[in-house]
């Protein structure tokens, strides 16, 4: 069964970091790239991330480059998104990605909030 979990959202300050985790379980998390998501309210979720099974090849949404990375441990099965000089329009339901199955395994999602 396809697990993932994420953590470390919070209240973010602008200009601020946060660093968002994501455990993976329940699948081969070395061979399958991996993305993380977010969605704010009233907005379609949107790809931000994403990270090869090797993490050799990462791409970023316009909008976040320069100030998030998104990295990957496979002896760990972690992903994570270290997010950086927070903008007022990060705000957003975060979630981690595995594209397994037709619609691809979600997360809870994680709530980051950034403050005015």
């Known amino acids: 069964q396809v697990r993932l979990v994420e953590s470390g959202g919070g209240l973010g300050q602008p200009g601020g970091s946060l660093r968002l985790s994501c455990a993976a379980s329940g699948f081969t998390f070395s061979s399958r790239a991996m993305s993380w998501y977010r969605q704010a309210p009233g907005k379609e979720r949107e790809l931000v991330a994403y990270i090869s099974s090797t993490g050799a090849i990462t791409n970023y949404v316009t909008s976040i480059k320069g100030r998030f990375t998104i990295a990957r441990d496979n002896a760990k099965n972690m992903v994570s998104l270290q997010m950086n000089s927070l903008h007022p329009e990060d705000p957003a339901v975060y979630y981690c990605?595995?594209?397994?199955?037709?619609?691809?395994?979600w997360g809870q999602g994680t709530q980051v909030p950034v403050s005015s």
């Open positions: 990605n595995a594209p397994i199955g037709l619609t691809g395994s």
